[in-house]
């Protein structure tokens, strides 16, 4: 039985026990090389991008250890793992970096020491990191016939490496080039090259076909290294994902010469696909100016936008030998590929078929975004499913469709497949934009994509219980969208976080992380209770420092940083505890099993030193295996009160319990209550002793220790209540009080237990 499986929509474990997967993705510095090391605030050799190693990204196999432990006992049992197409082929078409699949599958072996179940992730960010963001090759640019070089002046992409000043790259405007014209055409020739751009043809194949077959084949060589290793698939690699958050580009554009009205994101210089087109061409446009404040976009101006006769298309004495791929004659280098199909004309520059992007040329159906979705993301879908089960035919994938938008509508057809995971992404814009933590109103982002609102004022939740519950209630539609159009199957959120640089970085100062832990909170408990299978948070980044974050676009969203002063932990420091702790810890025979029992005092925990961020939000009790069918449940951080339901068909065997993750942070020794329903319960130790997890036995307390609480109930419906130690004073509901000592008061009762 592998590690993993999938049974009427629920994870299950090789014991038969629901499994629910709390994970982490791992490492958002995978996007960057690591030689030479180019972060995105560094210009220095960025344009040669064949010459480059993701070797120890995203961390050196030495380092490996220290932190996959940490992870696990940050409580993490699950790891999306990043990976980018660049890092297995960017030396040129079909050469691939054997290197970086032996580290990988080094990294997995590591990983598998630790219990960890991994997803792999292929990920990109608006298309590749030479147009703002993260994942394909440079020479995919050069085989759209784009130049990357030329790319600032045109504004056909906005990049921090090549931005005058680094340090002043506005906050979050990398997504913007979702809609600039480098994204644009290479998100549009990607998915619909035969439809859109029958002309570019390389190799013999569409453009289309050329750059699938690559990203495919990339992806198919680094499983096939994973493969032959041995001792990895479905012990370790749980399953696949799709590409990460993919994009339409300019499909099912209506009108090329305005900004869609579902294009929610406008931030610093704002073109419309048109504009975008000609200041590609090295034509000057006047364009709006965009901000994102407290009450969301808004406009601010406009400006002028002069590429000098600069184009973003590569020149026609560009020497398109150097690849080694024979560019079809019809397909012609120096001229827009736009005009070559006729969209426009450059003699006079007026637009011809504003509405190119507009129906399927196909048949003439009109395109929506859940049409897309449909035809050209299942049929890639198809394409990237069947080559990863060429390997194993009962291998999980995790599909994940364009961000925020309708699953694909497999319900029903032959691509309905129990072995299928839905896995959207889901942040709460107004906090990732603006920085801040409003406690005060947001809105339903969901709702309002889903027109469930005759205006948008009707979507303003106000209060942060309201919010709160809104956030909860996105999750649980989008989860049912998935059951409404994929099927009976899983759904975990792949992506979904907070911002840690809030409020202008002020916790990194005074160390007060209110404002990140109430952010943070309101997240997981969404998370918590929408009824989903699961999520990994994004995200850990290995190398993220208070001055640059996580080294990519000033973003700042890892869980962990090197730079954060020592606080007390659990790491670097053998956690002492007397051997009474390795003793099941449960109620008498004698006492009622519904009453209420206290943890026995164990006698003081040492900790040590360690770098994490809000540890009060994320390190959390949850259900890390059920007997029978988990219930709703959820952690109360204000109360500190973690409450569970399930119903099991029969009673619990011996041998396999339900059992929940319970960590000391909140849950110490001797300062605990649980209550259950009926059976009987116990409160183990569990060590990771040479990165093998196993509960203690003797009087040997090396290693790091987590703490299970293990239940044997019987059949029918079943309640679980802990109530733990409350570590914050601030009001959770942000009442805007003083959080006197609070951090004093934190750091003190790290001391006196120890950290997950």
Not at 464 to 489: K, P, V, W, Y
Request: hydrophobic share 35%.
């Amino acid at each position: 039985m592998p590690k993993l499986h999938i049974s009427k929509g629920k994870f299950y474990d090789e014991h038969g026990r629901e499994v629910y997967l709390r994970g982490i993705n791992v490492d958002g510095s995978a996007k960057l090389p690591a030689k030479p090391d180019l972060p995105s605030h560094e210009p220095t050799n960025f344009f040669k991008g064949d010459d480059v190693s993701f070797v120890n990204r995203p961390f050196p196999l030495d380092e490996a250890p220290s932190h996959f432990a940490r992870l696990r006992n940050w409580g993490y049992t699950t790891i999306r793992w990043i990976f980018t197409w660049e890092a297995l082929e960017h030396a040129g078409p079909g050469k691939y970096d054997t290197e970086f699949v032996d580290y990988t599958v080094k990294c997995l072996r590591i990983a598998k020491e630790f219990g960890f179940m991994v997803i792999m992730d292929p990920h990109q960010d608006v298309w590749s990191r030479f147009t703002g963001g993260s994942g394909a090759p440079l020479w995919t640019l050069y085989a759209c016939g784009l130049d990357p070089e030329r790319f600032a002046v045109t504004e056909a992409a906005l990049v921090q490496n090549t931005w005058p000043d680094p340090t002043t790259f506005p906050k979050m405007i990398w997504a913007t080039n979702y809609y600039r014209l480098a994204s644009q055409v290479m998100f549009t020739v990607f998915w619909a090259g035969k439809e859109f751009a029958p002309k570019a043809i390389i190799d013999g194949k569409n453009i289309s076909d050329y750059l699938q077959d690559h990203f495919i084949n990339a992806c198919r060589f680094l499983l096939k290294g994973i493969s032959d290793a041995g001792g990895l698939m479905d012990e370790v690699v749980v399953g696949w994902e799709t590409i990460n958050e993919p994009n339409f580009g300019l499909i099912g554009n209506q009108d090329l010469t305005k900004v869609p009205s579902e294009q929610k994101l406008q931030k610093g210089t704002s073109p419309n696909a048109w504009q975008a087109t000609l200041l590609g061409s090295g034509i000057a446009c006047e364009v709006e100016v965009w901000d994102v404040g407290g009450m969301g976009p808004h406009k601010t101006g406009t400006t002028l936008v002069d590429p000098q006769g600069e184009k973003a298309w590569l020149s026609k004495d560009y020497d398109d030998t150097k690849y080694g791929w024979k560019r079809d004659p019809d397909w012609k280098l120096g001229e827009c590929l736009w005009a070559q199909c006729g969209i426009w004309d450059p003699e006079t520059g007026e637009i011809i078929k504003k509405d190119y992007f507009a129906k399927d040329p196909r048949d003439g159906s009109k395109i929506d975004y859940l049409y897309f979705t449909n035809h050209w993301f299942v049929d890639h879908f198809r394409k990237y499913r069947d080559m990863v089960r060429s390997f194993n035919k009962d291998t999980i994938i995790f599909c994940q469709p364009p961000t925020n938008e309708l699953p694909p509508e497999l319900k029903g057809t032959i691509d309905e497949d129990e072995n299928i995971v839905y896995c959207p992404h889901w942040y709460d814009g107004l906090t990732l934009m603006t920085k801040k933590w409003n406690s005060w109103w947001n809105v339903d982002v969901i709702g309002v994509l889903r027109g469930r609102y005759s205006s948008p004022v009707f979507a303003i939740k106000l209060g942060e219980t309201a919010i709160r519950a809104c956030f909860r209630d996105q999750l649980a539609s989008m989860r049912q969208e998935g059951l409404d159009n994929i099927g009976t199957t899983p759904c975990i959120f792949t992506e979904t976080g907070i911002p840690f640089d809030l409020d202008d970085k002020k916790a990194y100062d005074n160390g007060d992380y209110s404002s990140q832990t109430s952010a943070l909170d309101a997240v997981q408990f969404a998370l918590e209770g929408s009824g989903i299978q699961g999520y990994t948070l994004w995200n850990y980044t290995s190398i993220n420092t208070n001055n640059w974050g996580d080294a990519w676009n000033g973003e700042d969203l890892s869980i962990y940083s090197r730079s954060l002063p020592p606080t007390p932990s659990t790491e670097s420091t053998r956690v002492e505890t007397p051997s009474s702790i390795k003793a099941t810890l449960s109620p008498p025979p004698s006492m009622s099993a519904s009453s209420t029992t206290s943890l026995p005092h164990q006698g003081p925990l040492t900790t040590s030193s360690t770098n994490y961020r809000a540890a009060a939000a994320h390190i959390r009790p949850w259900p890390r295996a059920i007997h029978g069918t988990l219930g709703p449940f959820g952690f109360d951080l204000k109360h500190s009160t973690f409450t569970l339901s399930l119903t099991a068909t029969s009673a619990t065997p011996n041998e396999y319990p339900t059992e929940i993750h319970l960590p000391r942070l909140h849950f110490p020794v001797g300062q605990t209550q649980v209550t259950v329903s009926g059976g009987r319960w116990a409160v183990v130790a569990e060590t990771l002793v040479g990165g093998t997890q196993g509960e203690e036995e003797g009087g040997d307390s090396s290693g790091e220790v987590l703490q299970v609480l293990r239940w044997w109930h019987a059949e029918g419906e079943q309640k679980l209540e802990v109530k733990g130690v409350v570590i914050a004073t601030k009001d959770m509901e942000g009442s805007g009080e003083e959080e006197m000592g609070y951090l004093a008061q934190y750091r003190q009762q790290l001391r006196n237990c120890s950290v997950m």
